[in-house]
């Protein structure tokens, strides 16, 4: 799978968290009453050779392994991912530190906003702070190219501006933060 992104720290931005949430929750009731809801995620990620592996717990009940590659940049970038269900999170764990290694944890709150094949997380980063992030699925037919105008016209009707933009993962800003 393949997504065009990009990350703000919602502080830096000229509208606030509540203005943001005010205007996806308008924008949402004109596509489905599906298209908010809420999470908790928490991220444990393993030493890597190529791109970054990581293992997700959503809402302390279902599990995922995560491997993606994605260059740091603070413009839109490509993300290239794959996805499996883990069934036993525990032994996985436990598997993966002793192949790979631990590097540590993210944990957050994530308010997600669906608009067509556009993911819109309102990230509450434990230690972080506030951050918005934009993902736009990318359908086999599409190009990337479709997928970075696609982040420029949210990036406009959301008042970001490119030096709002974050070019780290929360782990990587986590990791220096605290020295890890």
Same mark, same amino acid.
């Given at each position: 799978?393949?997504?065009?992104?990009?990350?703000?720290?919602?502080?830096?931005?000229?509208?606030?968290?509540?203005?943001?949430?005010?205007?996806?929750?308008?924008?949402?009731?004109?596509?489905?009453?599906?298209?908010?809801?809420?999470?908790?995620?928490?991220?444990?990620?393993?030493?890597?050779?190529?791109?970054?592996?990581?293992?997700?717990?959503?809402?302390?009940?279902?599990?995922?392994?995560?491997?993606?590659?994605?260059?740091?940049?603070?413009?839109?970038?490509?993300?290239?991912?794959?996805?499996?269900?883990? #069934?036993?999170? +525990?032994?996985?764990? *436990?598997? $993966?530190?002793?192949?790979?290694?631990? @590097?540590?944890?993210? &944990?957050?709150?994530?308010?997600?906003?669906?608009?067509?094949?556009?993911?819109?997380?309102?990230?509450?980063?434990?230690?972080?702070?506030?951050?918005?992030?934009?993902?736009?699925?990318?359908?086999?037919?599409?190009?990337?190219?479709?997928?970075? #105008?696609?982040? +420029?016209?949210?990036? *406009?009707? $959301?008042?970001?501006?490119?030096?709002? @933009?974050?070019?780290? &993962?929360?782990?990587?800003?986590?990791?220096?933060?605290?020295?890890?």
């Amino acid at each position: 799978m393949r997504n065009i992104e990009i990350k703000a720290r919602i502080g830096s931005l000229s509208k606030s968290k509540d203005d943001l949430i005010d205007l996806f929750k308008r924008n949402a009731i004109d596509i489905s009453p599906e298209t908010h809801f809420s999470i908790f995620q928490r991220d444990i990620f393993f030493r890597s050779e190529k791109g970054r592996l990581k293992a997700r717990v959503i809402n302390n009940h279902s599990a995922e392994l995560i491997f993606y590659v994605r260059e740091n940049s603070p413009q839109s970038k490509l993300s290239t991912y794959w996805r499996s269900p883990l #069934q036993d999170f +525990a032994s996985m764990e *436990q598997i $993966l530190t002793e192949l790979h290694g631990k @590097l540590g944890e993210v &944990s957050k709150a994530r308010e997600v906003y669906l608009f067509k094949n556009t993911r819109i997380h309102l990230d509450q980063v434990a230690g972080l702070g506030d951050f918005l992030e934009l993902e736009v699925v990318l359908k086999p037919e599409e190009t990337e190219e479709e997928g970075h #105008q696609t982040v +420029a016209w949210f990036m *406009q009707q $959301l008042g970001i501006n490119p030096s709002d @933009l974050l070019s780290k &993962s929360y782990f990587e800003m986590l990791s220096e933060h605290s020295n890890i």
